[in-house]
C-alpha cells in the first residue's frame, strides 16, 4: 500500500469514525432508520378504516392528517408503469400495488385521475387483484372487498393442536394468532358506501386458489383441509372454538408484555389492535391503549418524512457499530464501554417461544429492538457476542457471565444439520410450506449460511475451539452449503454476497485453511463479479432467480465483498485495492456513504429492508480491516 493510498484510507477511516461516534446515545446505542416499502403505510390506512368505520359513503377519521401524509408518502414512490415495487429500483408488485390502490382510493384520490388510473392498468397487466398474495387477500375480505370463501382460512383451533403453532417460524406464529382472533370474531366491517374494488378483478380469471399440480400433494391435502375448516366454521362446536380464541388471547397477551410490541414487528402489532378490538377492549383498556401507542412508536413523522419502520434494529445497529469502532480502534474506551454495559443489559433472561424445543437451555441471547423478550434471535446473538469480544464493559465479572451463558445458548440451539436458523431449532418441517396462507414465503425457519457463519465466528472469538462438537458440525454444514459457484445463500441480506463472506469468515475462525478448496473457490467467485468501479453489487432478484444478479456498486455490498476477500486470505490482490479505492472515492464529505438500495432481506422474494447504518458501519468496518492486514503485509 502506497502513502498516498494508506493516507487516503486513514482519513476515510476518521472521518467516518468521527460520523459514527457522534450517532451515539448518552445510553451507549446506535439507532438507525429501518425502511422498506409502501406496504406499510398502505396497511396503516387500512388499520385506520378499521378503527374509525365510515359513516355511510363518507369516511373522515380523526387521523385525516396522518392518513394524508401516508397518501404523500405512498405517491412519492410509485414507478414509472404505475404500479409499486417491494425494493427501489425493482419492478412493480401486484401484492403491494393492490395495496396501494386501495390505500389511495379510500383516502380520496380519485380512481379516474392519472395515479390510479396508471395504477389500474398495471395491476390488471400482473393479473389482477386475482394474482394477489394471500395476506392481501385476508386483509381485503375484512371488509368485504374480496370474497371470504377464497381467502384462506386461519383457524384459531391450530392453537389447541400441540406444538404444531411452534413449527411454523416465529414470525408467522406471532402472525397468525392475533389474525386467527380477527377472523373467528369479524362479522365484517364496513368499508364507505358504494365503496368496491371490482375494477381491479382481470375478467375471466377465477378469484379462487391456483389449483395443484397434482391433486395429489400437500398442496392439494391442505385446500381440502381449507374446506373443512370453512365447514367448521358453520358448523363446527362453539364451545371448542370459544376455547380456542380464549387460548389465542392469553397468548397474544402474554406476548406483549417485556416487549416492544407482539413480536416487536409490525404485522403482528397491527393484528393485535384488530383483535383487542374485536375482543371487547375498547380504547382506554391498558392492553389496547398499550398495543396502539407500541404500534405507533413506529411511525416517523418529522414533517418533511412520513413512513413506517417494521421494527427497531438498535440492538442490531449497535453491535456492528461497536465492532467496526473496535476494529478501527477510533473510539475512545469509554464510548466502546458504554455500548457494551448497554449491550449486556439488553441479555434476555427469560424463557420465550425457543425454549418449547429447548426446555432445559438456560435463557440468554439478544432480540434486535428495544425489548422483545420472548424472541431473541440467534443472529443478534452471534452479532453482540462479536461486538462484545472487542467492547469490554464497566463490569467485568457480569459481562463474563453474559457471554457465558450466551454460548451455552447459541450451542444448543444449534441444528440437527449443524446450521443455525433466525429463532428456533429445527423449524424446518417443509410440509406446512403448502398451507393456503404461506405464499409469503416465510413459513419457517431454517438453518442458513449466513446466520451459521456469523456464529462460528462469535465462538471462536471467545474461546470455543476449532475442535468442538458444535464448531466441527458448524464447518461441515457451511462446506455442505456452498452453491456450485462457489458462493453462499444469504437469507437475512441480499445475497450471495452477504453470504459468502459471512461463510467465509465464520470457517476461518473456526480453523479452516485459506488454502482449502471451498475457501479458494468463494474468494475466486467474489473476484469475479466485481464491478468495472471497484465496487459490488448484487439485487434483491437474485433469490427471485435462485441465483447471483448483478446491480450497480453500494456501500454496504461493496465492504462485505471485500471484508470476505480479506477473510479469506487475499491481501494483496488488485480487487482489495480497487475496493478500498472504490470507498475512500464514494465517501461523502461529512463522513457517510449513500445507499438508497435495499441491501437487507426481511422475506425473500416478498420483504426487503433499507438498514440506514449498513451503508456506514459496514465500511468503516471493511477499511479497517484492510488497512490492518495490508499494514501487516508491509
Same mark, same amino acid.
Given at each position: 500500500?502506497t502513502?498516498?493510498?494508506a ?5 476515510t ?7 459514527l ?6 445510553k ?5 432508520e429501518?425502511?422498506?416499502d ?5 396497511d ?9 368505520p365510515p ?5 373522515n377519521?380523526?387521523?385525516?392528517i396522518q392518513?394524508?401524509r ?11 408503469d404505475?404500479g409499486f415495487?417491494?425494493y ?9 400495488s ?7 382510493k ?12 396508471r395504477l389500474?392498468e ?5 393479473g389482477?387483484l386475482?394474482?394477489?398474495?394471500s395476506y ?5 375480505s375484512?371488509?368485504?372487498?374480496f ?11 391450530m392453537i389447541?393442536m400441540?406444538r404444531v ?13 392475533p ?7 369479524n ?11 371490482d375494477?381491479?378483478y ?10 395443484p399440480?397434482?391433486?395429489f400433494?400437500?398442496?392439494?391435502f391442505?385446500l ?6 370453512k ?9 371448542i ?12 397477551l ?6 416492544d ?9 397491527m393484528?393485535t389492535?384488530m ?5 371487547g377492549?375498547?380504547?382506554?383498556h ?6 396502539e401507542?407500541q ?22 445497529d ?8 473496535a476494529?478501527a480502534?477510533?473510539?475512545p ?10 449491550l ?9 417461544d ?10 440468554s441471547g439478544?432480540?434486535f429492538e ?7 434471535d440467534i443472529?443478534d ?16 465479572e457480569?459481562?463474563?457471565?453474559t457471554?457465558?451463558?450466551a454460548?451455552?445458548?447459541?450451542i444448543?440451539?444449534q ?16 410440509v406446512?410450506?403448502n398451507?393456503p ?13 449466513d446466520i ?14 476449532s475442535?468442538?462438537p458444535?464448531?466441527k458440525?458448524g464447518?461441515e ?7 456450485a ?13 452477504y ?7 465464520g470457517l ?8 482449502e478448496?471451498? =475457501?479458494? /473457490? @468463494?474468494?475466486?467467485? $467474489?473476484r469475479a463479479? !466485481?464491478?468495472? #468501479? %471497484?465496487? *459490488?453489487? +448484487?439485487?434483491?432478484?437474485s433469490?427471485?432467480?435462485g441465483i447471483?444478479?448483478?446491480a450497480?456498486?453500494t ?9 470476505g476477500?480479506l477473510?479469506?486470505?487475499?491481501t494483496?490482490?488488485?480487487? =482489495?485495492? /480497487? @475496493?478500498?479505492e472504490? $470507498?475512500?472515492?464514494? !465517501?461523502r464529505? #461529512? %463522513?457517510? *456513504?449513500? +445507499? ?18 449498513y451503508?456506514?458501519?459496514f ?12 499494514l501487516?503485509?508491509s
Open positions: 500500500m502513502d498516498s493510498v493516507a487516503s484510507v486513514a482519513q477511516i476518521a472521518r467516518a469514525s468521527e460520523w461516534l457522534a450517532q451515539q446515545s448518552e451507549g446505542y446506535w439507532w438507525g429501518l425502511t422498506a409502501t406496504t406499510l403505510e398502505s396503516y390506512i387500512l388499520l385506520q378504516l378499521w378503527l374509525f359513516d355511510g359513503a363518507d369516511w377519521p380523526p387521523t385525516r392518513v394524508d401516508a397518501v404523500a408518502s405512498i405517491l412519492a414512490r410509485q414507478c414509472d404505475g415495487n417491494i427501489p429500483g425493482g419492478p412493480s408488485d401486484v401484492s403491494a393492490v395495496k396501494a390502490y386501495f390505500a389511495l379510500l383516502a380520496g384520490i380519485d380512481p379516474n385521475g392519472p395515479a390510479l388510473a389500474r398495471c395491476i390488471l397487466a400482473h389482477g386475482q394474482a394477489c398474495n392481501v387477500r385476508i386483509n381485503l375484512l371488509f368485504n372487498l370474497p371470504a370463501e377464497h381467502v384462506p382460512s386461519v383457524p384459531p383451533e389447541l400441540g403453532l411452534y413449527h411454523m417460524s416465529a414470525w408467522a406464529r406471532a402472525i397468525v394468532v389474525l386467527a382472533i380477527v377472523q373467528a370474531l362479522p365484517g366491517r364496513p368499508a364507505p358506501a358504494g365503496f368496491t374494488l375494477e381491479l382481470l375478467p375471466g380469471v377465477s378469484k379462487a386458489f391456483p389449483c399440480d397434482s391433486w400433494s400437500w398442496k392439494s391442505f381440502g383441509v381449507d374446506k373443512a375448516c365447514l367448521w366454521e358453520r358448523y363446527g362446536s362453539g364451545a372454538r370459544a376455547k380456542a380464541i380464549a387460548a389465542c388471547k392469553e397468548w397474544v402474554e406476548r406483549t408484555r417485556y416487549t410490541g407482539l413480536a416487536a414487528i409490525y404485522p403482528p402489532m393484528y389492535i383483535a383487542l378490538d374485536l375482543l377492549c375498547q380504547p382506554g391498558p392492553d389496547r391503549d398499550e398495543a401507542q404500534f405507533l412508536n413506529l411511525m416517523v413523522d418529522d414533517g418533511e418524512k412520513f413512513y413506517f419502520q417494521p421494527c427497531f434494529s438498535v440492538v442490531w449497535t453491535a456492528i457499530a461497536a465492532h467496526a469502532l476494529e480502534g477510533t473510539a474506551s469509554a464510548q466502546l464501554a458504554r455500548a457494551a454495559d448497554w449486556v443489559s439488553k441479555e434476555v433472561r427469560k424463557k420465550g425457543w425454549s418449547i424445543h429447548r426446555p432445559n437451555t438456560e435463557p439478544w432480540y428495544f425489548a422483545n423478550e420472548y424472541y431473541p443472529d446473538t452471534g452479532m453482540v457476542m462479536i461486538a462484545l469480544a472487542f467492547a469490554k464493559g464497566t463490569k467485568t457480569a459481562q463474563q457471565a457471554i457465558k451463558r454460548l451455552d445458548w447459541l444448543a440451539m441444528a440437527k444439520d449443524g446450521g443455525w436458523a433466525a429463532f428456533d431449532v429445527d423449524n424446518n418441517w417443509p406446512l410450506s398451507v396462507f404461506a405464499d409469503h414465503n416465510a413459513m419457517l425457519d431454517p438453518t442458513c449460511p451459521s457463519g456469523r456464529v462460528l465466528e462469535a465462538m471462536a472469538l471467545h474461546g470455543v475451539p475442535d468442538h458444535a464448531m458440525r464447518v454444514y457451511l462446506i455442505r452449503a456452498q452453491e459457484d462457489g458462493s453462499w445463500y444469504g437469507r437475512w441480506g441480499v445475497d450471495y454476497i453470504g459468502t463472506f459471512l461463510a467465509i469468515r476461518r475462525a473456526a480453523g479452516e485453511s485459506e488454502l478448496v471451498h =475457501i479458494l /473457490r @468463494a474468494s475466486e467467485w $467474489l463479479i !466485481q464491478n468495472a #468501479d %471497484g465496487g *459490488w453489487g +448484487e439485487s434483491p432478484e433469490y427471485t432467480q447471483y444478479v448483478n450497480v456498486s456501500p454496504s455490498q461493496t465492504a462485505w465483498a471485500l471484508l476477500l477473510a479469506s486470505g487475499d494483496r490482490s488488485e480487487s =482489495i485495492d /480497487r @475496493a478500498a472504490y $470507498l475512500t472515492r464514494t !465517501q464529505p #461529512d %463522513g457517510t *456513504w449513500d +445507499e438508497p438500495q435495499a441491501t437487507g432481506t426481511g422475506f425473500p422474494r416478498v420483504f426487503y429492508l433499507n438498514y440506514h447504518m451503508r456506514n458501519s465500511p468503516l468496518l471493511a477499511l479497517a480491516t484492510y488497512r490492518k492486514a495490508r501487516q503485509e
